[in-house]
T-cell receptor, first 120, second 115 residues
Framework: AQKVTQAQTEISVVEKEDVTLDCVYE???????LFWYKQPPSGELVFLIR??????QNEISGRYSWNFQKSTSSFNFTITASQVVDSAVYFC?????????????????FGKGTKLSVIP | DTEVTQTPKHLVMGMTNKKSLKCEQH?????MYWYKQKAKKPPELMFV???????INESVPSRFSPECPNSSLLNLHLHALQPEDSALYLC??????????????FGPGTRLTVL
């Protein structure tokens, strides 16, 4: 069975502070994908990143960076110099093995989400 | 164009009404999904269409009826809903159902209220 844990339910930071959102996952599969999505108050889930289990390189995209550590089953997300527009619920998600092409491969297992509030 | 559109944005309906939610994507994606999201919860998968055929129905009550008229359109027909069905309904699409092209792109959702 797959499981994603986002232990931080809500985080508040003051604008320009850095913030890290934690994601810990459980899976018996040796290959898999990890995702982060952002859901602002408007409701739309915005795709941020996909990482496959073969690639443990950290990734940086502007103010966003992701730290994937297979040894600790973690895929943490850091926002540098946070802005009010970063206020949203952030979901970490896990999908089955890359080798799957059948019906089960679509299944995204979401964490419960972390609500980030950036205060001006 | 990485856009999935959904109509209507908001819908209020009575328990005896029949209504439909519509989803459209023009990215050439072959997989489309319906999710239900209650407040302060993650999305829950309802249906998956792959190449216009229903792949998965995650034990959803028959008062929800999906339809995929073509590769760009996905409908969700609603009939005799209950107040507990009030939620945000999200549509998503991906290039394929699995493998390398499985990232799902979501629409803005329809906020449904059942009175």
């Amino acid at each position: 069975a797959q499981k994603v844990t986002q232990a931080q339910t809500e985080i508040s930071v003051v604008e320009k502070e850095d913030v890290t959102l934690d994601c810990v996952y459980e899976t018996r599969d040796t290959t898999y994908y990890l995702f982060w999505y952002k859901q602002p108050p408007s409701g739309e889930l915005v795709f941020l990143i996909r990482r496959n289990s073969f690639d443990e390189q950290n990734e940086i995209s502007g103010r966003y960076s992701w730290n994937f550590q297979k040894s600790t089953s973690s895929f943490n997300f850091t926002i540098t110099a946070s802005q009010v527009v970063d206020s949203a619920v952030y979901f970490c998600a896990l999908s089955p093995p890359i080798s799957y092409s059948g019906a089960g491969s679509y299944q995204l297992t979401f964490g419960k989400g972390t609500k980030l509030s950036v205060i001006p | 164009d990485t856009e999935v559109t959904q109509t209507p944005k908001h819908l209020v309906m009575g328990m005896t009404n029949k209504k439909s939610l519509k989803c459209e994507q023009h990215m050439g994606h072959r997989a489309m999904y319906w999710y239900k999201q209650k407040a302060k919860k993650p999305p829950e998968l309802m249906f998956v269409y792959s190449y216009e055929k229903l792949s998965i129905n995650e034990s959803v009550p028959s008062r929800f009826s999906p339809e995929c008229p073509n590769s760009s359109l996905l409908n969700l027909h609603l009939h005799a809903l209950q107040p507990e069905d009030s939620a945000l309904y999200l549509c998503a699409s991906s290039q394929d159902v699995g493998g390398t092209y499985n990232e799902q792109f979501f629409g803005p959702g329809t906020r449904l209220t059942v009175l």
